[in-house]
């Protein structure tokens, strides 16, 4: 059981799925024990809380709403056992529940325990990540609520400066510079604030914007409030002045320890594995190693540094396309100057690192050409040597440059197959997982789902062993997949079964340190799932649809009753990247096209679509569907095979 506040007052259970708490009293009561943090609240407090005039009747009414909560949320408790979760205490009632099991006290846990100790980072991030609006969103504004609500987003405020205090000072905060501005816009009279937004856009190298938020921020104390700026805000501009930030460390530094590049590249290698910060943290030694390699002037080290970094990779859009493209960048330089004649392993690995780093989703047509000239030279490379772990970094690199078009499953399947087998041969356990993935994926876009299944399990045995817990994120998604595509069956699972697993599923994958593959996953999801049943889009503006965006527009478009506004969305929308989703944003494409009755654009989706009829739209991912191709692919044909027997008579009657 858990209950959440952060947002609208809600519990689910422990498989995701939401419990009916019944109306906004219900809520209320149940929002007003929480708040207590398990000290009682008497009856008399109760009353006086929910009404600003109680009833005749207000602790007859009361007692109904706690009895009504109680079996709401203990529903296979005897009658006769006391309950366990709101609990009768003397004049009153308390909420029993431990406090991680309670979204505002993990909270306020994980700010307290970062306070003391900035290592607690991490707790905090996932903890400010489950806010889902203001809390206690759907409580009346009684005197308790807004108390609680003002109390709680102080506390927000400060966690949100706080974390990006200690990533600065860690050396990272680069990427805050978005999250930064915005918070200064909303709370412009919050001092720190801007002095955080500063220091992010010096880290980022961006030293002119950085001096300028400072002058904005002197500007705006002194104009409106009549203030200068305090001591920290003059300070930080002297030190700005004084030249850009170096960005990023040398090498990994640990308390009162400082690695080299060969140390600290094998150990960001393996803390990637752990997901998360460690991923986040190992992709930011990475790259400091590399640099640090560079700056010896030793080609053939930086070449090692460079390729040692095999991490296995799922996805076709890189968590951090910046980060991705200065890997592939001081690749492609050490291999020019290295030349032809250096050692072929340290060619065939900086040729793996700039296929593998060269995401398909985030390239141009002339690097992604050149990211497929180096997958294959890679491979060919490693095939001559024999060497084994070699072809497995080389294959992943083929694996991620498979998506030219759509309805490759097939091949990549192909790719997986042999993945699977170099690793289980020559113990490569960490391959083997990849491989096992990719075939998931692949089972799962041909609709083979039992098999994807047997995939998945054989992954998560594989991940206990390595230490992986990135792969239980994954297969999660997974089985959410299948409970939707389950959900069309006659006697199959509810549709709201689902969506909760798909939730839950999201919550894992939040703080999982993969933005590439987060951002926008869950509403292509429910968009899924509402497609499946042939539902119209979820128009909740929250969403955000990421990546996805140009071809989810349309459907909602729709779906609010804005057709004008859908064709125009159509028509902008561009061809869609080859990666893992291409199939499925042909099919909102062709589906779009089709309600609109656009058959220019049907007629494209459908061409485009054609090599995949066999598979399902979305299955490539392995983490979500649409439904078969073949239902989108007919529709569009149909349409557009009306241009044809229109066009055609008029045709005829020019050549007479």
Avoid: K
């Amino acid at each position: 059981m858990r209950i959440d506040v952060l947002g609208a007052v809600r519990a689910l259970r422990d498989d995701g799925s939401p419990v009916g708490l019944g109306g906004p009293r219900h809520r209320e009561v149940l929002a007003r024990l929480v708040a207590a943090e398990g000290r009682l609240v008497t009856t008399d407090t109760l009353v006086d809380d929910l009404w600003a005039e109680p009833p005749a009747r207000a602790v007859g009414a009361l007692r109904t709403f706690v009895a009504a909560l109680r079996r709401a949320l203990e529903p296979d408790r005897s009658p006769r056992t006391p309950p366990r979760v709101i609990v009768t205490e003397g004049p009153g009632y308390a909420l029993r529940l431990p406090r991680e099991d309670v979204d505002v006290h993990r909270f306020e846990d994980a700010l307290a325990r970062t306070r003391h100790s900035p290592g607690a980072v991490t707790d905090l991030s996932a903890a400010l990540a489950a806010w889902r609006g203001p809390a206690y969103a759907d409580v009346p504004d009684s005197p308790w609520a807004q108390r609680e609500r003002t109390r709680l987003e102080e506390l927000r405020l400060a966690a949100l400066e706080l974390r990006a205090r200690i990533l600065l000072d860690a050396g990272e905060g680069a990427d805050l510079v978005a999250e930064l501005g915005a918070h200064v816009t909303e709370h412009p009279w919050r001092e720190p604030a801007w002095g955080l937004l500063a220091r992010a856009l010096h880290r980022a190298g961006r030293q002119a914007d950085a001096l300028s938020t400072l002058r904005r921020a002197r500007t705006m104390l002194v104009d409106q409030l009549g203030l200068d700026p305090g001591p920290d805000l003059q300070r930080l501009e002297t030190d700005i002045l004084a030249g850009p930030a170096d960005g990023m460390p040398n090498t990994w530094t640990g308390p009162g320890v400082r690695l080299g590049p060969r140390t600290t590249v094998d150990l960001a290698r393996t803390l990637a594995l752990a997901g998360g910060d460690a991923l986040i943290h190992s992709r930011r030694d990475r790259l400091a190693a590399i640099h640090a390699a560079e700056r010896t002037g030793d080609l053939r080290l930086t070449a090692r540094i460079i390729g040692a970094y095999d991490v296995p990779a799922i996805w076709s859009r890189a968590d951090d396309p910046e980060q991705s493209r200065a890997v592939v960048t001081a690749a492609e330089r050490t291999l020019t100057r290295l030349g032809p004649d250096e050692p072929a392993d340290l060619r065939a690995r900086l040729l793996a690192t700039i296929a593998v780093e060269s995401r398909t989703a985030d390239l141009a047509a002339d690097a992604l050409s050149r990211a497929r000239q180096a997958a294959h030279q890679a491979e060919a490379l490693a095939r001559e040597l024999g060497d084994p772990a070699l072809l497995a970094f080389a294959l992943n690199g083929v694996f991620l440059q498979s998506f030219t078009h759509p309805g490759l499953a097939a091949a990549r399947d192909r790719i997986g197959t042999e993945i699977l087998d170099v690793a289980t041969r020559h113990d490569l356990p960490n391959f083997a997982v990849l491989g096992r993935l990719a075939r998931l994926q692949s089972a799962s876009a041909l609709g083979d789902l039992d098999t994807a299944a047997a995939h998945a399990t054989a992954a998560e045995q594989l991940a206990a062993t390595t230490e992986a817990p990135l792969v239980g994120v994954l297969t999660a998604w997974f089985r959410a997949r299948v409970t939707a595509a389950l959900s069309t069956e006659p006697g199959g699972p509810a549709p709201a079964t689902a969506a909760a697993q798909y939730r839950a599923a999201e919550e894992a994958l939040r703080s999982a340190g993969m933005p590439g593959l987060h951002r926008g996953l869950f509403p292509l999801a429910l968009l899924g799932l509402r497609l499946l049943h042939d539902r119209p889009a979820p128009t909740d503006r929250h969403l955000d649809w990421g990546p996805y965006l140009p071809w989810t527009r349309p459907p909602v478009l729709l779906a609010q009753g804005r057709d004008e506004d859908a064709r125009t969305a159509l028509a902008a929308a561009p061809e869609p990247p080859p990666d893992h989703l291409q199939e499925a944003m042909w099919c909102l494409t062709a589906h779009t096209a089709v309600r609109l009755g656009e058959r220019e654009a049907a007629a494209r989706a459908a061409a485009a679509l054609h090599a995949a009829h066999a598979e399902d739209a979305g299955g490539a991912g392995g983490m979500l569907t649409l439904g078969p191709v073949a239902r989108y692919l007919a529709n569009a044909e149909t349409l557009a095979g009306q241009v044809d027997r229109r066009n055609a008579p008029a045709e005829h009657g020019r050549l007479r």
